[in-house]
């Protein structure tokens, strides 16, 4: 499968033959130049997934055709617009702000690394897009749907998939 579509409006993400509900940013949605840090709001576009990082003691079945790797405890994920590794993967303790990818809620078990603000990444444009685990109906800023829908995912994606959020 190559195309994943989150519709915003109706709250739900396509991909082959299905739609599952799915949850969006606190702040609704909005067009990617409008994006910033800490907004909580899903950025419209057509995002490239880069990778899958997933928990090894959560059972998902790594991605055949797709780059991924299994996270660590000390992972996390820059989110201080003035860090130079600013949206990208960093490893705790960390002198920024960072967020940490190994949580104990589950949300992070199976996570899709989207290509927003990443090539290269602009200072305070948005980070840490991801598409993961639904827990709840807001996220901040992400796209999440529920655990059964990302194993079927994760088992159908292709080298090239993308996610539209529309």
């Keep these: 499968m190559r195309r994943?579509?989150?519709?915003?409006?109706?709250?739900?993400l396509r991909y082959g033959d299905r739609a599952v509900a799915c949850a969006i940013g606190r702040g609704g949605a909005c067009d990617a130049t409008d994006k910033r840090e800490g907004d909580g709001r899903t950025p419209f576009g057509s995002w490239p997934i880069r990778a899958v990082l997933l928990r090894p003691d959560r059972g998902f079945a790594p991605p055949a055709r797709l780059p991924w790797r299994w996270l660590r405890r000390e992972d996390g994920w820059s989110d201080a617009p003035d860090d130079p590794a600013y949206n990208r993967p960093v490893r705790h303790p960390h002198r920024w702000s960072a967020e940490r990818l190994w949580r104990d809620d589950g949300l992070y078990d199976a996570i899709l690394v989207l290509g927003h603000n990443d090539t290269p990444?602009?200072?305070g444009l948005g980070s840490a897009i991801f598409l993961h685990l639904r827990e709840g109906e807001v996220t901040e800023g992400c796209v999440a749907i529920p655990r059964d829908a990302m194993r079927d995912l994760l088992g159908d994606l292709a080298a090239d998939a993308v996610v539209d959020i529309v």
């Excluded at 994943?4 to 739900?12: L, Y």
């Design 121 to 123: 990444p602009q200072p």
């Design 4 to 12: 994943i579509v989150a519709d915003t409006a109706a709250r739900t």
